[in-house]
């Protein structure tokens, strides 16, 4: 059957109730961290600590 998914790489999405195939995860790209970091008032090593912290509990949520 078209459209079927392989049952493995797929999960009950919290948002849409569906079995929905998984997703890759797409963090920021180095450049976007640095103009976050430009456009910031905070130190740069508060902003890197902050990225880190954000992608690690996004991490987290997303894949468990």
Same mark, same amino acid.
């Given at each position: 059957?078209?459209? %079927? #998914? !392989?049952?493995? %790489?797929?999960?009950?999405?919290?948002?849409?109730? #569906?079995?929905?195939? +998984?997703? &890759?995860?797409?963090?920021? &790209? %180095?450049?976007?961290? +640095? /103009?976050?970091?430009?456009?910031?008032?905070? &130190?740069?090593?508060?902003? /890197?600590?902050?990225?880190?912290?954000?992608?690690?509990?996004?991490?987290?949520? !997303? #894949?468990?």
């Amino acid at each position: 059957m078209s459209g %079927d #998914h !392989n049952m493995k %790489d797929s999960f009950d999405c919290p948002r849409c109730g #569906h079995c929905c195939p +998984e997703r &890759t995860w797409v963090g920021l &790209t %180095d450049e976007e961290i +640095e /103009q976050g970091c430009k456009e910031s008032w905070v &130190t740069e090593q508060a902003w /890197q600590s902050a990225v880190w912290w954000a992608e690690a509990k996004l991490k987290e949520k !997303n #894949h468990g």
